[in-house]
């Protein structure tokens, strides 16, 4: 069945990005050459030739996410980035549909925390379409009022549905539960009320202050002719005038200071899913590499030491790992895993262990050696084909991080010592102060829980929003 | 979910695969060189030297259609005990060996195969063939591994089924569409099974499905052809092969009339699956159904996305998917309503489109586009090394030639309008329908902290 499973594979895409790391023991690894040209308008131009398959991919990045969403009406980004195909200048939403399966095109617009993003991708002898379909939608979306209202019915339900699966949504109620009032505490979907809230007047305005030139990167990869490229986006995108943009700045954030615990009763649930952990890094924290050697080790794989201990050895659960979601200030750091109802505790206790186990263990010489090897093997495939080319150019321009971020990850792995991994845990791996989140029946596992933190909240899951609770 | 796997990494949907059984435009974009060993395991090799790494996959023909009463989810548990140590590598050490060498792996299993997945850098070949050729010939099985491991399948099931309304819908679904072919239960199997299966049932499993004339191999990466073929006469061609698990003969019977199941649970959302038999993958029909499916559900241009989503907005999403299968299966169907939607409200104009389409052929561009989609769809799948291995093994395993997949664009051009008013006419009939919804009941939900 096509059905999206959006909490853990969220987690899971994360783990995987952050293992990503140089080539096999003989090879070099280098990002394929390309340029950077920046328009009249302002905006930054990527270029990537890529040969092998005949598909473009064209990714322009937008340099504000939910972060950058009015208070009360988390979702705004998301159903803005989600109404550009949904009616233009030019095409009805249909018209924009018909046009761009009949060449076998995919396009997906959506916003994260720190950026939105725009992507079509189709075949290279439909590039004169493909581009006009993509500027359209980018340059000339015109929000239609019934539009507005069908996608932020749909995505209300959206969030309804997702909460009948724990998995879905257990990120969610995380992030909230973490971060409280600052943005990255919020959203980005939106939920069951802040979507309610939202108006077109508040899309237009979203759209009108942060889609520009001056405000975007466009990335271009896969089969074409550079020059030809080139003249063909100056003549397509030159014309977007420029206006100046105020771009949000994101709050500082900082590791919570104290324990707390927030159960979300599911009556229904026959496993528990859990998380804990605390602020982690930004995608920039010069510990970037050190800490992707070292979670590979304590969850980032399947031999880690979470996955041992939780399913290898003991068969509490299918799977446990750990991730660091880096962002542009320092983003989320999580234990995650589930376990039947009865196990709840055990299986707890024994992440606990774990992660205190590494504090006062650290890592040996051979795990060390393994997780270089095992980063450098794994890493080629991310940089496989031009869809993920495009995304990892315009995430460097966007997080100010060069080539060298993949051209000499190779380098910067081996020379992470077991001294340096010691440090990298003390500093970046919490200990003392953790958050905690589960989701799972509360009637059973309620007081069996309350141990983890003196400070706790509940709350069902049918209640609409997240965390904090919405004030209807 | 039919396809159920080792660890969350399974990124690589079936069903995406299905829908690429498709239009590639001339073979030799990518050469594939065969092999058959002296004993029967046929090895596919596709050369790209684009990155530094290779996709090894393992496809053996058995899955859960080779199972009984009491014994369901055994092929995909014995997925799982592949890699809980064999002679030369022990519990637990063929992930710690393959990990640090740079290799990762996983594995899938479905109603009729069980593929193991190996991704690796090129200097780690010998030692993946060495692990292969190990666990094929040698399993261990240690009670203490099993008893764990029965946890760990029970904790997949609670996560992909019992928590999750798709996965459990799913099951009753199949379930209820088929009364007497193997299709009938869960891949993962019986949560009663799976507490009950016994050392005895799991060694003749092995033995019934492990055997080197019952697998295809197929390496997609940084290799060439010659040094495959030199690691498999090495590691493979020793392998001493016995009989191929006994043949599938029960077929089901006719369906003679729509069957109705209904799913109580507490839930926010009602959801609603419909299912059709139609045939096997090998069948001359394959391409026209999936022409129809195409124009039915693909994109939000699709006949179904138009109607349920977009103009009556009664639906959140509308999708199809069906699998590769040896055996007659069925197309699911699945319509997710909106909050206080009645289900039966987006069956009846589901069924409306249907007959819409027995009723007139499609349009010429509605077919233009169906063929460009599959095209488009081709290349994607076939852009990793990953896509081409699954893709190639999937075509020789289900068409019985890895070739087809270079005739599927002669095979998609030939469908005509006439072809796909006829295979909706054929198979989307009320009496060859299986109709699986889920109600809202919350009755029971407050349960005090």
Same mark, same amino acid.
């Given at each position: 069945m096509k059905r999206a499973r959006f909490g853990l594979h969220v987690l899971a895409v994360v783990v995987a990005v952050l293992f990503a790391a140089c080539s096999a023991a003989a090879q070099t690894l280098h990002l394929p050459p390309h340029e950077k040209v920046v328009l009249k308008n302002g905006l930054t131009v990527l270029l990537l030739e890529k040969h092998g398959v005949p598909l473009l991919n064209v990714y322009a990045l937008v340099k504000t996410g939910s972060a950058g969403d009015p208070a009360g009406e988390d979702g705004v980004a998301s159903i803005t980035a989600g109404l550009l195909r949904k009616g233009t200048k030019k095409r009805t939403a249909q018209q924009f549909a018909a046009d761009l399966d009949y060449i076998g095109a995919a396009f997906e617009s959506e916003a994260g925390a720190d950026f939105s993003s725009v992507s079509a991708e189709f075949l290279t002898k439909d590039l004169a379409l493909g581009l006009e379909l993509f500027s359209d939608a980018l340059l000339h979306p015109t929000f239609p009022e019934a539009e507005v209202k069908k996608l932020l019915a749909q995505s209300v339900d959206a969030v309804r549905g997702a909460k009948d699966d724990p998995q879905q949504v257990l990120g969610l109620y995380y992030d909230g539960y973490l971060y409280g009032t600052h943005p990255y505490g919020r959203p980005a979907g939106g939920d069951e009320v802040s979507l309610q809230r939202i108006q077109r007047d508040a899309i237009v305005k979203f759209y009108e202050a942060n889609y520009a030139p001056g405000n975007t990167l466009l990335a271009v990869a896969g089969e074409f002719n550079g020059a030809e490229m080139r003249k063909k986006l100056e003549e397509v995108f030159g014309a977007w005038p420029a206006h100046t943009i105020a771009t949000p700045t994101i709050p500082a954030t900082a590791p919570v200071k104290s324990k707390r615990l927030l159960l979300v009763d599911k009556p229904d649930a026959t496993q528990t899913y859990f998380a804990f952990g605390n602020v982690g890094i930004a995608r920039t924290d010069p510990d970037r590499v050190a800490i992707r050697v070292v979670n590979t080790i304590f969850g980032g794989r399947f031999t880690s030491e979470l996955n041992e201990a939780l399913r290898v050895e003991s068969g509490y659960t299918y799977g446990a790992s750990s991730f660091f979601d880096s962002r542009k200030v320092p983003g989320p750091f999580g234990v995650f895993s589930f376990t039947k109802n009865e196990t709840t505790v055990p299986a707890i206790d024994l992440a606990l262990q774990v992660l205190q186990k590494f504090h006062k263990q650290g890592v040996t010489d051979e795990q060390l050696k393994s997780a270089k090897s095992y980063i450098k093997g794994q890493f080629p495939p991310n940089i496989e084909t031009s869809r993920q080319l495009a995304q990892i150019i315009a995430s460097h321009e966007f997080y100010g991080l060069g080539d060298d971020e993949i051209n000499q990850l190779e380098a910067r792995v081996d020379a992470v010592t077991p001294e340096i991994a010691k440090q990298v845990i003390q500093k970046h791996f919490p200990s003392e102060n953790l958050v905690f989140v589960l989701i799972g029946k509360a009637s059973a596992i309620g007081p069996a829980v309350e141990k983890y933190a003196e400070k706790r909240d509940a709350r069902p899951i049918s209640d609409p929003g997240f965390w904090p609770p919405e004030k209807k | 979910m039919k396809m159920i796997g080792r660890s969350f990494r399974t990124a690589l949907l079936l069903s995406c695969a299905c829908a690429s059984l498709t239009i590639p435009v001339r073979g030799q974009e990518f050469p594939v060189v065969t092999k058959t060993l002296k004993n029967g395991m046929k090895v596919l090799v596709q050369t790209d030297h684009s990155i530094p790494n290779v996709a090894l996959y393992i496809f053996y023909r058995i899955g859960s259609r080779n199972e009984g009463p009491g014994t369901t989810g055994l092929s995909h548990f014995f997925e799982h005990m592949m890699f809980n140590g064999a002679k030369k590598y022990g519990p637990g050490e063929l992930d710690?060996?393959?990990?640090?060498?740079?290799?990762?792996?996983?594995?899938?299993?479905?109603?009729?195969?069980?593929?193991?997945?190996? &991704?690796?850098?090129?200097?780690?070949?010998?030692? #993946?063939?060495?692990?292969?050729?190990?666990?094929?010939?040698?399993?261990?099985?240690?009670?203490?591994?099993?008893?764990?491991?029965?946890?760990?399948?029970?904790?997949?099931?609670?996560?992909?089924?019992?928590?999750?309304?798709?996965?459990?819908?799913?099951?009753?679904?199949?379930?209820?569409?088929?009364?007497?072919?193997?299709?009938?239960?869960?891949?993962?199997? &019986?949560?009663?099974?799976?507490?009950?299966?016994?050392?005895?049932?799991?060694?003749?499993?092995?033995?019934?499905?492990?055997?080197?004339?019952? %697998?295809?191999?197929?390496?997609?990466?940084?290799?060439?052809?010659?040094?495959?073929?030199?690691?498999?006469?090495?590691?493979?061609?020793?392998?001493?092969?016995?009989?191929?698990?006994?043949?599938?003969?029960?077929?089901?019977?006719?369906?003679?009339?729509?069957?109705?199941? #209904?799913?109580?649970?507490?839930?926010?959302?009602?959801?609603?699956?419909?299912?059709?038999?139609?045939?096997?993958?090998?069948?001359?029909?394959?391409?026209?159904?999936?022409?129809?499916?195409?124009?039915?559900?693909?994109?939000?241009?699709?006949?179904?996305?138009?109607?349920?989503?977009?103009?009556?907005?009664?639906?959140?999403?509308?999708?199809?998917?069906?699998?590769?299968?040896?055996?007659?299966?069925?197309?699911?169907?699945?319509?997710?309503?909106?909050?206080?939607?009645?289900?039966?409200?987006?069956?009846?104009?589901?069924?409306?489109?249907?007959?819409?389409?027995?009723?007139?052929?499609?349009?010429?561009?509605?077919?233009?586009?169906?063929?460009?989609?599959?095209?488009?769809?081709?290349?994607?799948?076939?852009?990793?090394?990953?896509?081409?291995?699954?893709?190639?093994?999937?075509?020789?395993?289900?068409?019985?030639?890895?070739?087809?997949?270079?005739?599927?664009?002669?095979?998609?051009?030939?469908?005509?309008?006439?072809?796909?008013?006829?295979? %909706?006419?054929?198979?989307?009939?009320?009496?060859?329908?299986?109709?699986?919804?889920?109600?809202?009941?919350?009755?029971?939900e407050k349960s005090k902290p």
């Open positions: - | 710690k060996v393959m990990e640090a060498n740079g290799g990762a792996n996983n594995a899938y299993t479905t109603r009729d195969v069980t593929v193991y997945q190996d &991704w690796f850098p090129r200097s780690a070949l010998p030692l #993946i063939y060495d692990i292969e050729a190990d666990r094929i010939q040698n399993l261990s099985f240690d009670p203490q591994k099993i008893k764990s491991e029965r946890e760990v399948v029970a904790s997949e099931r609670r996560l992909r089924t019992d928590n999750d309304n798709g996965g459990l819908l799913d099951e009753q679904l199949w379930a209820t569409s088929y009364i007497a072919h193997p299709y009938q239960w869960p891949v993962v199997g &019986w949560m009663s099974d799976i507490e009950h299966w016994t050392m005895e049932q799991l060694k003749h499993h092995f033995e019934m499905g492990y055997s080197p004339n019952n %697998a295809t191999m197929v390496v997609a990466g940084d290799v060439s052809p010659e040094e495959i073929f030199q690691m498999c006469e090495k590691y493979i061609e020793p392998i001493p092969t016995h009989a191929p698990p006994p043949p599938v003969t029960t077929t089901e019977t006719e369906q003679l009339g729509e069957r109705r199941l #209904i799913v109580r649970k507490p839930s926010q959302l009602p959801l609603v699956f419909v299912a059709y038999h139609i045939p096997q993958t090998n069948s001359p029909d394959f391409y026209a159904l999936n022409v129809l499916r195409t124009v039915l559900f693909q994109g939000e241009s699709s006949r179904m996305y138009q109607r349920l989503v977009d103009k009556d907005e009664i639906a959140l999403d509308v999708s199809s998917s069906v699998e590769p299968a040896f055996d007659p299966t069925i197309i699911e169907i699945a319509a997710q309503p909106k909050q206080g939607v009645d289900p039966q409200k987006c069956e009846k104009a589901m069924y409306e489109e249907i007959e819409n389409a027995k009723n007139a052929v499609v349009s010429d561009r509605e077919l233009e586009k169906a063929k460009n989609i599959r095209l488009a769809d081709f290349y994607r799948e076939m852009r990793t090394i990953n896509g081409r291995a699954n893709t190639i093994g999937t075509y020789e395993v289900f068409f019985g030639d890895y070739k087809k997949l270079f005739d599927a664009a002669k095979n998609y051009s030939a469908v005509t309008k006439e072809d796909v008013q006829r295979v %909706a006419k054929t198979y989307f009939g009320a009496n060859n329908r299986t109709v699986a919804t889920l109600i809202p009941d919350n009755a029971e």
